[in-house]
């Protein structure tokens, strides 16, 4: 009997985090997915695991300026977007710099930073390397294998 007791418990705790995290997933994705149309987009983590916490962070940007932002806060798997007006309209030099951006936190500002170099690095090496919008691609099977 005692150890039902233990094991309810457990069990029950498992599947609720399983179900926070899941609805986190599918915030998280639904709000990258209004952020993708706007221009490349990037995430970035930044913050400790501990004290002052770890944020994520996503950009998206246009002709190099910021057109949307969000970030990731809460707590552990409670944690949900949330909009960033910060950053929207800076340029991705100035998100990728040292500077301190009023209305973000420390971990924020780095998981920005972050994001802004990964965007900077990949349209340094090749401009519509982050596009969304590319050539249509039509999936063919030349050179697959047929039925046997």
Do not use: C, N
């Not at 609720?16 to 997933?25: F, G, I, P």
């Not at 209305?103 to 596009?131: F, I, K, V, Y």
């Amino acid at each position: 009997m005692s150890l039902w007791m233990l094991l309810i418990p457990v069990v029950v705790g498992t599947v609720l985090q399983l179900w926070l995290t899941a609805k986190q997933t599918t915030a998280w994705t639904q709000e990258l997915k209004r952020l993708r149309p706007l221009g490349a987009t990037a995430v970035g983590k930044g913050g400790r695991r501990y004290r002052g916490g770890i944020a994520f962070v996503a950009l998206s940007v246009a002709d190099k300026r910021v057109t949307g932002a969000f970030s990731l806060r809460g707590f552990t798997t409670a944690a949900r977007p949330h909009p960033v007006p910060a950053l929207v309209g800076l340029r991705l030099s100035v998100v990728a710099g040292d500077r301190p951006i009023e209305g973000l936190t420390d971990s924020e500002r780095s998981a920005a930073r972050e994001a802004a170099g990964m965007l900077r690095a990949a349209l340094a090496r090749e401009p519509g390397a982050t596009s969304t919008a590319g050539p249509q691609v039509t999936p063919t099977t030349v050179g697959a294998a047929g039925p046997v």
